[in-house]
C-alpha cells in the first residue's frame, strides 16, 4: 500500500446521500477473484443511465477526490466498493457521514474517508460548481482539504491516519514483525503444526 501524506487532484462533487455499497458497485461486478479492475463497476447503473451524471462529465474523468452527501457506503459490507473507488483513481472521499464498515475498509485499502460537515460540504460543492476541474489540496498530516481560497478540516482516527501515512495494510503490519516470527519460527517444535507451501511452488 503506497504512503499517503499530501496531494492534489481533480475534485468531484457527488451531490447524493445515502449511497450505499450496491449504488456505489452493483452485486453483478462482485463476481471476479482478483482485488483490482473494478473501475467499470463503479456507478455503473448511473453511468450507463445518466449521461449527465458526475463522472460521465469529461472534467470529471480523471477525479482524484470524491465531495459525497452524507451516509456513503451503507448496506452490505463489501470490500468491492472501496476497490472500485480505487480503481477508479479517487486517493479520498468526503462526506459528513460514513458507514462504519465502509470507513474501517477504505482505511484498509490506502483510501481516505474524511468526515466533514455538512455546511463545508455545500461550500466545496460550491467552490466545485464555480470553477469545474479545479484541483484540491489534501493534506492528511494537517487533516485538511484546501480548495481555491477554502480550507476545510477533516475527522479521521488516529490509527487510520497513522495507517495511511505509513502505507501499511493488515499484511504490512503483520510483516513489521518479521524478525520476531522468523526467530519463533526457527525454535518451534517440529511436532507443531505448520502452513505448508501453496501447490506448485
Known sequence: MEKISVFEGVAAPLKRSSVDTDQIIPAVYLKRITKTGFEDGLFAHWRAQEPDFVLNQKVFQNAEILVTGPDFGTGSSREHAVWALRDFGFKAVFSPKFADIFRGNSGKQGLIAGVISESDMEAIWAAIDANPGIQAK??????????????????????????????????????????????????????RPKTLPAKGV
Open 138 to 191: 489534501v493534506d492528511l498530516p494537517a487533516q485538511l482539504v484546501t480548495i481555491g481560497e477554502l480550507s476545510v478540516s477533516f475527522e479521521i482516527d488516529e490509527y487510520t491516519k497513522w495507517r495511511l501515512t505509513e502505507g501499511l495494510d493488515d499484511i504490512g503490519i503483520t510483516l513489521q514483525n518479521e524478525a520476531a516470527i522468523a526467530a519463533f519460527e526457527a525454535k518451534r517444535e517440529a511436532w
